[in-house]
């Protein structure tokens, strides 16, 4: 809106942000409209080893500009994945006009690591997030549950290689 925009700030200066931006209804808990947006470059929060993850922030439609909550949606790794630099919030999405719609974010670097044998294979396979409408971390919703891996680096390697290629 020309007339009265909504302007936000990032918290890390380079981190992108707003890189991606989507509108979010929220109607479970306090019933608000949302502005999300990726920040892909944002600095990791309290991972060992790993700086730089990217995030989701969640701004609430304000005037004040630096009002925006990180969503915390890598809080662990472990030796089979690659986080650092995974440019999480290079996607962010709502299903904005369904009821309790969820919100997705991608991080399209993300590296699954696979040991076969002697050899370590490192591949960029992508990774989702969903969370339900209150941007929370639900167990008992199974589309929560799932990590989305946009190729899964189970197949062979000419499987992969299509899939990355689209």
Known sequence: DERFPVIKEGKTKGSFFGFSVALHHQT????????????????????????????????PITTETTDCSRMDLVSTTNPSEMVEGMWLGVTVASQRD???????????????????????QRRMTGKCYVRGNDLTYDPNDLWQEYNYEVCKPTFDIEYEGMCNIG
């Open 98 to 120: 369904h009821p309790a719609g969820r919100v997705l974010a991608c991080g399209h670097r993300y590296v699954k690591i696979i040991q076969g044998g002697n050899e370590e």
């Open 28 to 59: 479970e808990g306090s019933r608000k409209y949302l502005l999300l947006t990726g920040a892909p470059k944002e600095k990791a929060n309290s991972l060992p080893n790993v700086n730089e993850t990217g995030t989701i922030y969640s701004c």
